[in-house]
């Protein structure tokens, strides 16, 4: 006589399905901002946005402090 648990399985889709809710439900914070403002259409374009703009910045940081 054997039993069977679903349990793991039955965690792990609810996990998925609440990271899925989370991520569909919007941004926020300073992605939402730069959506906001049209300088982006959708998260991945304010992310990438972001990425330039640290990437410039530690470039200046270092040329004024080697300077």
Do not use: H, P
């Not at 906001?36 to 304010?46: I, P, R």
């Amino acid at each position: 006589m054997s039993v069977e648990f679903n349990e793991e399985n039955n965690f792990n889709s609810q996990l998925y399905a609440q990271s899925r809710r989370t991520s569909a439900a919007g941004t926020s914070g300073l992605t939402a901002w730069i959506i906001k403002n049209g300088w982006a259409k959708d998260e991945s374009q304010a992310n990438a946005i972001m990425i330039g703009v640290t990437i410039v910045c530690f470039a200046l940081a270092i040329f004024f402090a080697v300077k």
